[in-house]
């Protein structure tokens, strides 16, 4: 099997493309994939504490890789970070929504953006099939 048919191989470089048209879409709000993704994750967790470590959890990532990420978008206005009244070894992270809601918008318009990209010319049934396929390959690999 050569390089290029490789299933492996033919994910990492799917998963790169996302990754660069991302950057590149949020390259307006001075904001990498990573942290799109966080932001959009605590808008999703809005009314909710979130603390580093849930964060760390959910996006299975090292302690160092979740505070360069959240000190990047503290410096940069979309959050603030608290330690919690309860528990001061935990830290607690808050959205700034006056700065994060357009970057929440432009998340949206980039995931329809890439899936109209990752469906163009396959079926109903074959979207289906494909979005089963990859279930099953990540269920095998978490096992």
Known sequence: MHQNEDI??????ITECIDKMANQHLKQFD?????????????????????????????????PTVIGILNRLERKGFIRS?????????????????????VYYAMGDFKKI??????????DVQMKELQSLLKMILNNLQD
């Open 8 to 13: 492996g191989f033919l994910v990492k470089i």
């Open 82 to 102: 608290e330690f919690d009244s309860a528990d001061k070894r935990v830290k607690n992270i808050y959205l700034i929504p006056e700065k994060e809601i357009s």
């Open 31 to 63: 904001l990498t994939l990573s942290q799109g993704r966080i932001l959009q994750y605590l808008r999703e967790r809005i009314g909710e504490k979130t603390s580093q470590k849930d964060i760390e959890n959910y996006f299975d990532v090292t302690h």
């Open 114 to 123: 890439v899936d109209q990209k990752l469906s163009q010319g396959l079926t």
